[in-house]
């Protein structure tokens, strides 16, 4: 299990200009989504770049436990013998995902269409996120789930023995539940078909097709529809994965805010499902290019190139949420710095991540001397502009790697040190992150 065991009380001190090249970990997203396709393909996957976080290890352990065979080569380079589309195997042990929202769902979905019996758990953030999301939808392919509270981890889900297609809406704006109802879908007759108001990230869609699934996209009135010919013959691939958007958005926001920096980002995707936060940062005057635009990996990637600037508050339009739903909480971070408000508007979602991400940031930024107003559905910053952002609280992580890092980023700009409560959270998705940073020219000091 990907262990929080000891929290690592971290801090963040004002530095001079972040300069250089910050070569960020592979995306997240994509890395858990080439070891499922891979474990349920036939032939031998090749990955290279996969991001080598505690979420992705655990995904990779649980793909083990369901028959495939999993093996690390080099860093970042792993191949996954899959058992294909119906052939996993009932795990002997529970499955602990640890962090992962996106492990475990997506697995719960991938397995629940195979006449097999598992058990899924999580650490103490995972444990407390709502899985009714993912268990409606896979009980109408037959699959049968029993829960913790209303539908809680510890969960096990007993799959369908002759599973029947489903047409799902999603009822709220989340790839994680779209994904699940699509990689049900596989082992089921017919045609799968999920109907999204909102559309989400589509590295599921995207990827399936590259790995030989009949998978198409219509953009109707009822929003986007995806239709999954059931049970094909997944093909193994070679899955290149481009850096993570996600990850990114750190480095990025940090040299925006800390005077005199100017870094490089290469090889970041533009998936435009997962590019929002930088077309918000540009909407707040940031001195942001995007050079070499090329695809890698079935992806468009660029290297962005970052210079501090001056930044104001917006209003960030709520369609876009879905486009940069893990970046609020930085982008919290640099309204702080801006001049003038920023209205964030449509993250009820938020509430529901590793944390409630709205109360950590609303608590988080007031101990650090920052004004915020919230309500269920949006965060509002009042930014300090010229006066500075005065630091020197500690916020709360909740076992959440993106508030630990939003603080940390805060710190480097802020007029006194900031801290967390606990860094390790960081591991899940962003291993080197101090390493990183602290190359680029910032100074995070472990405390205890
Ligand atoms: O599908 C995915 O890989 C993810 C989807 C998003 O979650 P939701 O589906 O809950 O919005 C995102 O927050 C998460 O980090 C990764
Ligand atoms: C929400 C996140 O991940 P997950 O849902 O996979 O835990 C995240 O990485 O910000």
Known sequence: MSGHGTPIKMTSHACGPLKGT??????????????????????????????????????????????????????????????????????????????????????????????????????????????????????????????RHGGRLPMTILGAPSPAPVRYATPMASAQVKSA???????????????????????????????????????????????????????????????????????????????????????????????GIFITLREMGADLTFENEREEGGEPVADLRVRYSKLHGIDVPAERASAQIDEYPVLSVVAAFAEGVTRMPGVHELRVKESDRIDAMARGLEANGVKIEEDEDTLIVHGCGPEGVPGGGTAVTHLDHRIAMSFMVLGMAAQKPVSVDDGSPIATSFPIF??????LGAEIVREG
């Not at 193994?236 to 490089?264: H, K, M, T, W, Y």
């Not at 101090?434 to 190359?439: F, P, T, V």
Request: proline fraction near 7%; aromatic fraction near 4%.
């Open 181 to 275: 109802v699509l990689l049900a879908g596989l082992n089921a007759p017919g045609q799968t078909v999920v109907i999204e108001k909102t559309p989400t990230r589509d590295h599921t869609e995207r990827m399936l097709r590259g790995f030989g699934a009949e998978i198409t996209t219509e953009v109707t009135d009822q929003g986007h529809v995806i239709t999954l010919q059931g049970q094909p013959e997944l093909k193994a691939q070679e899955v290149a994965v481009p850096r993570d958007p996600s990850s990114a958005a750190f480095p990025v926001c940090a040299a925006l805010i800390v005077p005199g920096s100017e870094i490089v980002v290469p090889g970041v995707s533009q998936n435009p499902t997962r590019n």
């Open 22 to 147: 910050a070569e960020v970990p592979g995306d997240k997203s994509i890395s858990h989504r080439a070891l499922i396709l891979g474990a349920l393909s036939v032939g031998e996957t090749k990955i290279t770049g996969l991001l080598e976080g505690e979420d992705v290890l655990d995904t990779a352990k649980a793909m083990r436990a369901f028959g495939a065979e999993v093996t690390q080569h080099g860093p970042g380079s792993w191949s996954v013998h899959g058992v294909g589309v119906g052939g996993f195997a009932e795990p002997e042990d529970v499955i602990d995902c640890g962090n992962s929202g996106t492990g475990v769902r997506l697995i719960m979905g991938a397995m629940a269409t195979s006449p097999i019996v598992a058990t899924f758990t999580g650490d103490g953030s995972l444990r407390k996120r709502p899985m009714g999301r993912v268990t409606d939808p896979i009980r109408l392919f037959g699959a049968q789930a029993f829960g």
């Open 434 to 439: 101090e390493d990183l940073m602290a190359q």
